[in-house]
């Protein structure tokens, strides 16, 4: 069976000058405190003045994963964040060399995956720590795993979360159909707009994938969440930050 849908990337159109709400990352529930210390909020400056903002996580001192669709003109990143109003005690970096793949499709949003080279070292503390990447692996489907973001919390709002919020999602097995070099969910819950760029942490509190798109059935249906497969990537990850 042929499966028909539009991809909507989880781009945060807002930005932070209106009242921020909290709420839920579509079902979830706000995160423990810094329990997720490799979270990264990236201040995206767009030009013009005007800010967005993704998800990303820290690999080691000098590397940030995101989306490849959270390209900028220039970013902050925003370690040790759980609430974004109360930034006293966050690292804030900026971004000396961004790294989108080389294969990015805009239109399809395939090979969504870039890295974002800090241009000091991030200082680890326990409420900043990087998290380890998956394997290759045997192609099996992880078990158990989570989405964590400032992204909104539920189809009527218009604003960020305040608070980092996390969400259980299952993966289903469609054997590359809907999107390529994806993991794919279901259901009503899954990450939101803003979202985009943070991990799917599974098995191990290793992370599997970068939140990339959003996609609404059109035989209808729950929505489809996609995760770019860090697995697929790991070539490409271990040579860019290798040759950096
Ligand atoms: C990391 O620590 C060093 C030494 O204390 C300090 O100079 C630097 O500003 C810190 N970096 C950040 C991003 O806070
Ligand atoms: C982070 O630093 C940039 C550049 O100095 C600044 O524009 C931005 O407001 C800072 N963000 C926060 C949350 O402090
Ligand atoms: C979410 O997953 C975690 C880790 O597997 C589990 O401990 C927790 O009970 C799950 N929560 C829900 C609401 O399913």
């Not at 109003?85 to 060399?97: A, C, D, G, H, L």
């Not at 539920?154 to 305040?162: A, G, L, R, V």
């Not at 819950?189 to 059109?218: H, I, M």
Request: net charge negative; glycine share 10%.
């Amino acid at each position: 069976m042929f499966f028909h849908c539009k991809l909507v990337a989880l781009i945060l159109v807002m930005t932070l000058d209106g009242q921020v709400y909290t709420g839920e990352i579509y079902g979830g529930h706000v995160a423990a405190p810094h329990s997720r210390p490799y979270m990264v909020l990236l201040e995206q400056h767009m030009g013009n003045g005007k800010i967005k903002h993704c998800g990303g996580f820290l690999l080691n001192a000098d590397f940030v994963m995101t989306a490849a669709h959270c390209q900028a003109k220039s970013y902050s990143a925003l370690l040790g964040v759980h609430n974004f109003k109360q930034t006293n005690e966050i690292q804030n970096i900026s971004v000396e060399e961004m790294f989108p793949h080389k294969e990015y499709d805009p239109t399809e949003y395939i090979n969504d995956i870039m890295l974002l080279k800090l241009s000091s070292k991030a200082n680890f503390s326990t409420n900043v720590r990087p998290i380890a990447l998956a394997g290759q692996g045997d192609g099996s489907l992880p078990k158990s795993c989570i989405v964590s973001g400032w992204g909104r919390a539920s189809i009527d709002q218009s604003h960020m979360s305040n608070w980092l919020m996390e969400v259980n999602v299952t993966l289903i097995d469609h054997k590359g159909q809907i999107k390529k070099n994806s993991y794919c969910s279901q259901g009503e819950t899954g990450p939101a707009n803003g979202d985009s760029g943070g991990p799917l942490v599974c098995e191990d509190e290793k992370a599997y994938g970068v939140v990339s798109t959003s996609s609404k059935p059109s035989s209808g249906g729950a929505v489809i969440y996609c995760y770019t497969k860090i697995p697929e990537y790991r070539d490409w990850i271990d040579g860019v930050i290798g040759h950096h």
